[in-house]
């Protein structure tokens, strides 16, 4: 078949609906009693290579078996023609086969070469052997020649060429002397792939005449040899050193080719003095190390299974102490064709399709030709159910009659591949082929197969039952294989019973009956134990064993793994006694139970030893326990039985059982209960579904034993879940959507495969029924679509494949709400006073809310002023949100005399609804703010100009100023106050009359109808007279006032020294007592009125003195700001009437400042009132 013909169009897709349609290869069972009357087309069994090579001293036989239903009849072809056997006298065709015999005793077998082919034929089709070339083997003789003596310089190279005859096989070369030695071959003198034999360099060893080749032909076993040739090496004029050259390959380049699994050889041979030594390298990759080897001291190397990968250059270097020198040999990997995948015989029922593919590669890329019965497609007749592309043969709609054998010839310039592929048309009823009532037996816990082989056309489908009624599935723990075969993965006693597979097809039913018997394991209850006996007493070994009844047990000891030795020896049934035990008893014994299913062993080591006293007793933790054993199993209970370990001579207190989740949580070890110290036994509660793996823990007063091994794997079988999940909610999150979320099931509380949740949920108090999903092992589902924010009921039921959890509970919620709908109605301001109001509204309805009702939000913004000369800056929105249900609030802090702008919007959990119509509202007139600034300017001996400006805020229609001011003398006492008033345009007045050098405070406010505003407050001094702040510094300068000065400072230096050497010339009393003691008038302190000394004081030394004046540098000492009125003795405590007249007097606070204070109260004096205005 043409491989570049075109394909059809839609080809592809045609093979993609068969290839889902198509059906399994069916394999013909080898069963005598299935194969007698079940019709097969021929297929080959045997047959001789491609290439047959005969000794022509012996008869050829060339082989052909075949095998079919009815057995097929055999033809031959020789050189493409019918090849008549039966006139042929010296061929024989074996009986019953197409194995030919020719004997070609006295006969040229020369007659008989060719190339064979054989094919088998019964009336279901035709199946074709390989093309078997035949040739006879040949080992001619050597030509005659006469070989030359050869001559050669020594440390010259040589090559001794061998040219032996073409035979058939290729002979086999080796090269010897007279005396039938082999030469001897090492680095410097090898035999090449072709046999020819190279020095190079020669030594005067190397002279002899007798240097002969052999060919060895190996059909005929016979050998021939070459002349010999005499080499005489010379030393008159010897080769000096030299660097390597290649004597073969030559050049610097080569080329090889090879064949994908056959064995590359590549060999370079170098001459040179000293001789060289050859390394090899594959430029771009590594060597293939696995399949690589070297011979001839590295000069051949040979890569074993060749492949693609393999190709590249290859580069041998050889090397000596003059140089290197480098050949590149150039490998090309060719391929005959290889199967990829051969196609595979067929049996269908009618109407199936089936597929044949004949995956083949090689290089170049082979032919795929296609033959049915051993002829071309093209030539064979048209079958419209037959389609081909390229290696693929589909067969469609098979009708009963249309059996054949289909030939796959795959090709290339290396070879070709021949494959038979037969499709059989069968319509076979089903036939089960393992025997009927066969009896299972098994070991608890390990797996059990129960086999159902079958045969049937179309392929029988596979049931399985349990006691003739409880239909097995595939699925834990029953696994049903592609064969048929029931395997039971853990098995258990409760899976013990008849079991019936069914095999079923179009054309019948057949059913077989087998036993499955899950016996009991063979444990070893008590262990022997580690013996240290006294020689001469008796050693005792216990080996309890418990197995099952039905099995009949063996019991065998051994002593260090031999047979015991006779004599001292007694065995019973659960002991071994060792009477007067001697040195020679110690080693190992073993106890060995044995049944036809199973053993169980256990060793203790026996060691005698001498009479000593007993040793001091030592407390430990026990040993872990042993030999864990599960019985009594039932679905949700387990009987677990152990043997205690050595308690070290501490009593067991309790046993800690713990288990392991194989299946959903492996490697986590939890508890599970706890047994008395006392107790070997312990029932245990169990879920359904798990893959349950046991362990105990021995605890004395010590402490906790190790854990035992785990006890063998126990699994339960799955059941309906005893739970539903928990933390059921359901809460909206999108308009109109239901949430539906919980916490999932573990894998343990799943108690089965296939975990899934019902979801059910309805509108509440609609009387709806409810409607429901199951959705797989999630934790959440959303229900779309529904109304906005309405209560439901949802409930989530756990189920899975073997039922449904409880009733589960109900819980309510929402769906997802909105925004809301509507705006508070009715919307009215009462407005209480200048600064607060009150608002109202209508509540929106509760279905326009759409959500969870959070409040109200009241937004307000004053527009402007309504004084029409006041310029408003623009006002941010201000936001109140009330909380719940409500229908009114307050706004507190609103600006008096304004136009507000108001609305309300209603807050749900999603957010605001629209606003509501706007509402304006006004506030009445209030108290101005204070004004805006007051400036004392141009101070004079008797005047002060003041300056202010308006409020910020007038709040209302501005009606004047007041002022207020008063005179604060060098006492801070404050002088009378005297008030002005002012009109609202008025901003700034000249006082006269003031006294120089007098500080002033001046209080200002301003006035609406409602009142006074706030004051605000300035303090300034009256310029001093300049003839009183010159006498004062004159006598700051003079003399007389700085010697006194100076005197004072003497004195109070006299006065410390005195009282330093009082201190530490005095006794251990303290310096208090001392001073009253000697009551000397030079240390004490001054008197507070008449500056004499007075009695010592520990709680006056921080006091101020009264009296103190002003240092001389005029400096006036202030802490606070000169408009706290603490500063001048109120305390922060005076205050306007509501007409803003001062309340409270200086003077009545003077004389408690004056006591009480830890300030100076002297007034500043002029020069500080001139400095504060410089």
């Known amino acids: 078949m043409d491989r570049n013909r075109k394909r059809v169009p839609g080809f592809a897709a045609v093979l993609l609906i068969l290839l889902s349609h198509m059906t399994s290869a069916l394999e013909v069972p080898l069963d005598p009693k299935v194969l007698e009357g079940l019709p097969q087309p021929p ?320 290089k170049p890329k082979p032919l795929i030709t296609w033959l049915v019965n051993g002829v071309s497609l093209q030539n064979a007749p048209e079958d419209h159910t037959r389609k081909v592309d390229d290696d693929t043969v589909i067969l469609s709609n098979v009708q009963s009659g249309s059996s054949a054998v289909y030939q796959c010839n795959a090709s290339n310039e290396f070879g070709y591949l021949m494959a038979n592929a037969f499709v059989n048309v069968l319509a076979e009823p089903p036939r089960v082929l393992t025997p009927p009532n066969r009896v299972y037996q098994v070991i608890t816990n390990r797996p059990a197969l129960l086999h159902c082989a079958s045969f049937g056309s179309p392929i029988p489908a596979i049931t399985w039952f349990k006691d003739s009624q409880t239909s097995v599935k595939n699925g834990d723990p029953y696994v049903i294989h592609d064969n048929g075969t029931l395997e039971i993965n853990v098995a258990q006693p409760i899976n013990s019973g008849k079991y019936t597979c069914i095999a079923t097809n179009n054309f019948g039913i057949k059913e077989n009956h087998v036993y499955l018997e899950v016996k009991e394991p063979t444990r070893i209850l008590k262990q022997p134990e580690y013996k240290v006996v006294q020689r001469g007493m008796s050693a005792v070994f216990e080996c309890r064993v418990k197995h099952d009844p039905s099995l009949i047990p063996t019991m065998t000891w051994l002593k260090d793994n031999r047979e015991l030795p006779d004599g001292r020896f007694e065995v019973n049934m659960e002991s ?52 864990l054993e599960l019985t009594d199993q039932t679905e949700r209970s387990v009987h677990l039985t152990w043997i205690p370990g050595d308690e070290h001579n501490s009593p067991t207190e309790k046993f800690l059982i713990q288990y392991e989740d194989l299946l959903h949580q492996p490697g986590v070890w939890i508890n599970l209960t706890e047994a008395s110290g006392t107790s070997t036994t312990a029932q245990l509660n169990l879920s359904p579904y798990v893959y349950y793996s046991f362990r105990v823990l021995a605890m004395n007063h010590v402490g906790y034993s190790q854990p035992s091994q785990p006890s063998s794997q126990y699994r339960t079988n799955p059941a309906a879940p005893d739970e539903n999940p928990s933390d059921v909610q359901c809460l909206g999150t999108m308009p109109g959507d239901l949430a539906i979320s919980w916490t999932p099931l573990t894998g343990f509380q799943a108690n089965g495969p296939s ?106 913004r004053r527009e402007s002023g309504l004084h029409e000369t006041e310029e408003d800056a623009e006002q941010r929105e201000l936001v109140l949100t009330f909380s719940g249900n409500r229908s009114e609030g307050r706004l507190p802090g609103l600006q008096p005399y304004s136009t507000y702008n108001l609305t309300i919007r209603v807050l749900n959990n999603k957010g605001e609804g629209p606003p509501s119509p706007s509402k304006t509202f006004t506030t009445p007139e209030g108290v101005p703010g204070p004004p805006s600034f007051l400036n ?54 000249t006082l006269g009359n003031l006294n120089s050098s007098m500080l002033y405070k001046f209080y200002l406010s301003a006035k609406t109808i409602k009142g006074s505003g706030p004051i605000i407050t300035e303090e300034a001094f009256t310029v001093m007279d300049t003839t009183v702040a010159n006498r004062q510094v004159d006598i700051a300068t003079q003399g007389w006032f700085i010697g006194l000065m100076c005197a004072i400072a003497l004195l109070i230096l006299v006065l410390l020294i005195v009282c330093f050497i009082k201190r530490n010339k005095g006794g251990k009393y303290p310096v208090k007592e001392k001073e009253d003691a000697h009551q000397d008038p030079e240390i004490q302190p001054m008197k507070e009125d008449d500056g004499t000394f007075g009695e010592y004081s520990d709680t006056e030394d921080h006091k101020p003195l009264k009296g103190s004046r002003t240092p001389s540098n005029g400096t006036v000492r202030r802490d606070e700001s000169d408009d706290s009125l603490v500063d001048y003795g109120e305390g922060g405590d005076g205050q306007f009437n509501e007409d803003g007249s001062f309340i409270g007097q200086y003077s009545g606070k003077k004389e408690k400042d004056t006591h009480e204070g830890n300030e100076s109260s002297e007034a500043p004096s002029p020069v500080n009132a001139m400095n504060s205005f410089v």
Not at 231 to 254: A, I, K
Not at 272 to 279: A, D, F, K, M, R
Not at 771 to 776: D, F, I, P, R, T
Not at 939 to 965: E, H, I
Request: hydrophobic content about 35%; overall charge negative.
């Open 576 to 627: 071994l006694t060792i009477k007067d035990v001697t040195e020679e008893d110690e080693g190992t014994y073993t106890c060995i139970m044995n049944t036809t299913l199973d053993q169980d062993s256990a060793s203790a080591m026996l060691t005698v030893v001498e009479a000593t006293p007993p040793p001091a007793i030592v407390y430990e933790k026990p040993d872990p326990p042993t030999d």
């Open 755 to 860: 975990l899934e949740y019902k979801v059910l949920w309805r509108q509440k108090d609609t009387g709806e029924d409810w409607s429901w999903q199951n959705v797989g092992n999630a934790s959440q589902f959303v229900v779309s679509g529904g109304p906005v924010y309405v209560p439901y009921e949802v409930m989530v039921q756990a189920l899975n494949d073997y039922g449904s959890g409880p009733e589960p509970e109900v819980v309510s919620g929402h769906s997802g709400g909105d925004l809301p709908l509507s705006a508070p109605d009715s919307v009215h301001v009462m407005v209480h006073n200048s600064t607060l109001a009150e608002v109202h509204w209508e509540p929106v309805s509760f279905p326009s809310v759409r959500g969870k009702l959070e409040g109200y939000k009241v937004y307000y």
């Open 43 to 362: 297929t080959i069994t045997l047959q001789s290579p491609k290439d047959y090579i005969f000794d022509p001293r012996e008869n050829i036989v060339i082989h052909c078996e075949a095998k079919g239903k009815p057995h097929p009849s055999f033809l031959w072809t020789r050189n493409g023609t019918h090849f008549e056997v039966e006139k042929d006298s010296k061929v024989l065709m074996k009986p019953g086969s197409g194995t030919l015999v020719i004997d070609i005793s006295g006969e040229k077998a020369e007659a008989y070469e060719g190339t064979y082919q054989c094919t088998a034929h019964n009336e279901h089709g035709t199946a074709v052997s390989n093309s078997i070339v035949i040739r006879q083997s040949r080992s001619p003789l050597w030509s005659k020649e006469r070989n030359e003596a050869i001559a050669v310089q020594i440390g010259g190279s040589l090559v001794l060429k061998c040219r032996p005859p073409a035979g058939l096989p290729p002979p086999v070369i080796f090269w010897m002397d007279n005396n039938f030695q082999r030469l001897p071959l090492d680095q410097r003198v090898s035999q090449a792939l072709n046999g020819d034999l190279y020095f190079s360099n020669v030594l005067p060893e190397d002279t002899r005449s007798d240097y002969i080749c052999y060919a060895r032909f190996p059909h005929t076993q016979t050998i021939q040899q070459k002349q010999p040739i005499s080499v005489t090496v010379l030393d008159n004029s010897p080769d000096g050193e030299r660097r390597p050259r290649f004597m073969m390959p030559q050049g610097t380049t080569s080329t090889k080719m090879v064949l994908r699994g056959e064995t590359l050889e590549l060999e370079c041979i170098a001459d040179g003095l000293p001789t060289p030594e050859i390394s090899w390298q594959k430029d771009g990759g590594e060597l293939p190390s696995s399949r690589m080897s070297f011979y001839n001291y590295k000069k051949t190397l040979k890569v074993s299974d060749v492949n693609e990968a393999d190709g590249g250059d290859y580069r041998c270097t050889a090397t000596n102490n003059l140089g290197t020198v480098h050949h590149i040999i150039q490998v090309t990997v060719k391929a005959a064709p290889f199967w990829v995948s051969a196609p595979r015989n067929l049996i269908l029922a009618p109407n199936e399709t089936g597929i044949l593919t004949c995956r083949v590669d090689g």
């Open 936 to 989: 004392a300017i141009n101070p004079s001996l008797d005047t002060l100009t003041l300056q202010w400006g308006p409020p910020t805020n007038n709040n209302g229609r501005l009606a004047g100023y007041t002022l207020k001011y008063q005179p604060v003398n060098n006492t801070n006492e404050l002088g009378p106050v005297k008030v002005m008033t002012f009109l609202a345009n008025e901003t700034t007045i």
